[in-house]
């Protein structure tokens, strides 16, 4: 053993710088251990100073700052040890305009002392009061609401529910009053209410020369000047008569339609040209509108083509037009750009149908 201990220190002894050596050979020596030594002293320095710094760092907690004023939230953090960046944003609650509505690190985070906490503060709603809107149309400051506030949750709302309407001689659709009254600071969700006008009172309108025309040319000229209608099978219809020929109309060409009423047409009954098609009319009911509203009817077939049939205005009630369509197609009714009705073509046995369409136009006429 102790020959083994004394052969390695020979070995380290032979290692080291020697007098007796070759004077080559002990510079060399210490030129290495010279290396050897500021390496490890390097390291060592470098190993100090991360723990010192570890060390020397703080921990502290970040706070809630949600809600908190600005003044109030600085403070805080300052006194935490901890830097801000602040952020500006609209938002859509008046009540806390002002305030703290986000931060980052979140509430609770463990960060060092020096971190900087990003905190973003409310600007207020993009719309803070009541605007005018008299003079304005309803669809105008409908547009206008929905451009305000596409990006944030609706601070003013129009709804049907809270419109009015009455004769005059504004243009119809215009507003002629409104609730809130302008310049109203708002606190939160509000609803206008609005008195519309109807535009100038209507006594009813002329009734065009439809007799003798095939229902398409008599949809297309009704549909184009926006007089209500509605279509009935013919129960006179004569031999050899054409199909879909309008033979009466009530009231007759000239007469008035009183407003609220509508021009009912007598058409000898369709016929299809094949098995694969139906001919037939289309009874839907169209809600009541204070003023005409966009109605469109499509016909989509069953390979998916899909076309226009008519457009018109109407104010709400019993719409009804005749159809010829391959079994299968789709009629969509829309209103107002809403879908109310999709019907499908197809054959269906109903109970004296003519008895009920007689019946109808009975008391109508």
């Not at 309108?205 to 398409?216: F, H, K, N, R, S």
């Not at 209103?335 to 109903?350: A, K, M």
């Amino acid at each position: 053993m102790k020959k083994t201990i004394s052969a390695v220190q020979q070995k380290v002894k032979n290692l080291l710088p020697q007098e007796q050596e070759n004077p080559e050979n002990r510079y060399f020596k210490v030129v290495v251990w010279g290396f050897i030594a500021v390496f490890f002293l390097a390291l060592l320095a470098g190993t100090l100073s991360f723990l010192i710094a570890l060390q020397g760092d703080e921990v502290t907690m970040v706070p809630n700052l949600e809600d908190r004023v600005l003044v109030d939230a600085l403070e805080e953090l300052q006194s935490r040890g901890l830097n801000v960046h602040v952020q500006q944003r609209f938002f859509s609650d008046p009540a806390r305009a002002g305030r703290i509505i986000d931060q980052s690190p979140d509430p609770g985070s463990q960060v060092r002392v020096g971190r900087r906490v990003n905190i973003i503060v409310s600007r207020g709603p993009v719309v803070d009061e009541v605007g005018s809107y008299v003079g304005l149309t309803l669809d105008e400051l409908r547009a206008q609401l929905a451009a305000q506030f596409t990006n944030f949750d609706p601070l003013l709302e129009v709804k049907n529910s809270n419109i009015s309407y009455i004769f005059s001689e504004e243009e119809a659709g215009t507003i002629i009053s409104q609730q809130p009254e302008s310049g109203l600071k708002l606190t939160g969700y509000t609803e206008l209410k609005l008195l519309v006008s109807r535009g100038p009172e209507v006594l009813g309108i002329p009734a065009p020369e439809i007799v003798g025309l095939d229902y398409t040319q008599a949809l297309g000229l009704l549909a184009v000047r926006n007089v209500p209608f509605v279509f009935r099978y013919s129960t006179q219809a004569a031999e050899n008569a054409i199909p879909g020929l309008v033979v009466s109309q009530f009231p007759e060409a000239g007469e008035v339609i009183e407003p609220g009423n509508n021009l009912v047409l007598r058409i000898n009954p369709l016929e299809s040209s094949s098995s694969n098609e139906l001919a037939d009319i289309f009874y839907t009911n169209i809600p009541e509108f204070a003023l005409p509203v966009d109605v469109e009817v499509d016909f989509v077939t069953p390979d998916g083509e899909s076309s226009r049939y008519f457009q018109t205005q109407h104010a709400g009630g019993e719409l009804t037009f005749p159809y010829l369509l391959p079994i299968g197609s789709l009629i969509n009714v829309y209103v107002d750009g809403q879908l109310i009705s999709r019907y499908t073509v197809r054959p269906i046995e109903v109970e004296n149908p003519e008895d009920s369409a007689s019946d109808a136009d009975t008391n109508e006429e």
